[in-house]
């Protein structure tokens, strides 16, 4: 999997099922050394600390963490952190 850019969708396995996200910020993760950590916006009942998976467009995942939560309407501001492969 690549990193993703600004505008980019992503595809999000989730407990509550399959969901797509928008990317709206893309910044480098302190805690890690490969860590990126993703602003994106989605549908549903996201939760600090949920696991969730990347499905990139050749079917690999991904595994992240949810981070922090902003709920707006009906859609959430999620950050994910990951480690992407290189």
């Known amino acids: 999997m690549q990193r993703p850019n600004v505008d980019d969708d992503l595809t999000l396995l989730t407990d509550f099922g399959k969901t ?46 949810v981070e922090k939560v902003l709920n707006q309407t009906i859609d959430s501001e999620v950050t994910l952190s990951t480690a992407l492969p290189t």
Do not use: C, M, Y
């Open 20 to 65: 797509e996200a928008i990317v709206v910020e893309v910044l480098d993760n302190p805690a890690t050394e490969e860590g990126v950590l993703l602003k994106v916006i989605a549908r549903g009942p996201f939760e600090q600390g949920q696991q969730v998976w990347i499905v990139d467009d050749d079917r690999s995942k991904v595994g992240a963490t």
